[in-house]
């Protein structure tokens, strides 16, 4: 009995520390084309990765998936857009606050600094930077 009252105190301790970040879950981007799901990285939980989970044209005019045609790394051309590694490696300054991770563009091929950050009406401002210009997005919950 007092093993199974230990490990409740322990489980209820470590909770908070597990506790979903507001910013994780489903955004869409601003144009509505697109929606991505954002959750700790896979192996990595100290960090926040997002992958596309939805697309409003998931299909080419072949009828194919949309596929990454503009990276630059030619053997990932071929991969489809949907469930494709989105935003990643964003560290945590404060609750609701992310820092340091890359966003890529796949109709441009580009990856850019970025942050986000959760604003007061509950949508998210996501700001990818090149050098000192940074632009920012405003996505909102589905």
Same mark, same amino acid.
């Given at each position: 009995?007092?093993?199974?009252?230990?490990?409740?105190?322990?489980?209820?301790?470590?909770? @908070? +520390? &597990?506790?979903?970040? /507001? %910013?994780? *879950?489903?955004?869409?981007?601003?144009?509505?084309?697109?929606?991505?799901?954002?959750?700790?990285?896979?192996?990595?939980?100290?960090?926040?990765?997002?992958?596309?989970?939805?697309?409003?044209?998931?299909?080419?005019?072949?009828?194919?998936?949309?596929?990454?045609?503009?990276?630059?790394? @030619? +053997? &990932?051309?071929?991969? /489809? %857009?949907? *469930?494709?590694?989105?935003?990643?490696?964003?560290?945590?300054?404060?609750?609701?606050?992310?820092?340091?991770?890359?966003?890529?563009?796949?109709?441009?091929?580009?990856?850019?600094?970025?942050?986000?950050?959760?604003?007061?009406?509950?949508?998210?401002?996501?700001?990818?930077?090149?050098?000192?210009?940074?632009?920012?997005?405003?996505?909102?919950?589905?």
């Amino acid at each position: 009995m007092r093993h199974l009252l230990v490990a409740a105190v322990l489980a209820c301790a470590a909770s @908070p +520390a &597990l506790a979903a970040d /507001p %910013v994780e *879950g489903d955004w869409l981007t601003p144009s509505g084309s697109a929606k991505v799901r954002i959750a700790p990285c896979q192996g990595r939980p100290d960090r926040l990765c997002g992958a596309i989970v939805w697309l409003k044209d998931a299909l080419d005019r072949a009828g194919q998936p949309v596929r990454d045609t503009a990276n630059p790394d @030619p +053997a &990932l051309r071929g991969r /489809p %857009v949907l *469930g494709l590694p989105f935003i990643r490696d964003f560290r945590r300054v404060e609750t609701a606050r992310w820092t340091g991770g890359k966003i890529y563009d796949p109709q441009t091929g580009k990856t850019y600094d970025s942050r986000l950050r959760l604003n007061p009406d509950g949508t998210l401002k996501l700001e990818g930077c090149v050098l000192v210009v940074c632009q920012a997005q405003t996505w909102r919950r589905p």
